[in-house]
């Protein structure tokens, strides 16, 4: 599916083509991006009682501002009464490159990685960068998992990728892109 524009209003279709393409190929793990938790309940809502893992990424606290964590306690608890499991943690392709970037204007090796990947869109970008982390924190299997995210709020972004850790970022495969904007 490629959508003539990007943005949330593409969520609930992107989270059925998740959903279609979980059951249909026996995936047994989903990643969804959410800041402040819409998407996140919609797909721990969504994927409540089929046996897949709904897994909601988070941006890191104090991304925004300090000490600041965007998911909002409500959407929190209403994620994990569907059986959703949340990471909060730090982006794969922003970490330390960020603040090295900020003080020395150079870019570093992840900004170089993250820029590329959004030739393909800012959904593919992190779609990618989640998997890694997810993995990293070992909450989904190194195998194919279905990965969603979006452009700024919702999703109109979705992957079947086949999951590996940070240190092995270059071994993440994308097998299929599912949905994305046809624009970025």
């Known amino acids: 599916m490629y959508f003539s524009d990007k943005g949330g209003k593409h969520t609930d279709e992107v989270l059925m083509i998740a959903k279609d393409e979980a059951i249909k190929r026996g995936i047994s793990h989903v990643i969804v991006a959410s800041t402040k938790g819409d998407t996140g309940v919609k797909a721990a809502q969504l994927f409540e009682g089929t046996g897949t893992q709904v897994i909601v990424v988070t941006h890191n606290t104090g991304f925004g501002s300090e000490g600041d964590n965007e998911l909002e306690p409500e959407k929190r608890a209403e994620i994990e009464k569907y059986g959703g499991i949340i990471y909060t943690g730090t982006m794969v392709l922003r970490g330390l490159g960020t603040a090295i ?11 170089i990685v993250a820029m590329t990947l959004r030739m393909f869109g800012e959904g593919v970008k992190v779609c990618i960068e989640m998997t890694a982390m997810a993995a990293d924190a070992g909450l989904t299997p190194f195998g194919d998992i279905i990965a969603v995210a979006g452009t700024a709020r919702g999703a109109d972004t979705c992957v079947l990728l086949r999951a590996n850790s940070s240190n092995k970022f270059f071994d993440i495969k994308v097998r299929e892109i599912l949905a994305k904007p046809a624009v970025c």
Do not use: T, V
């Not at 970037?101 to 900004?111: A, L, T």
């Open 101 to 111: 970037r900020q003080r020395c204007g150079n870019f570093s090796h992840e900004q």
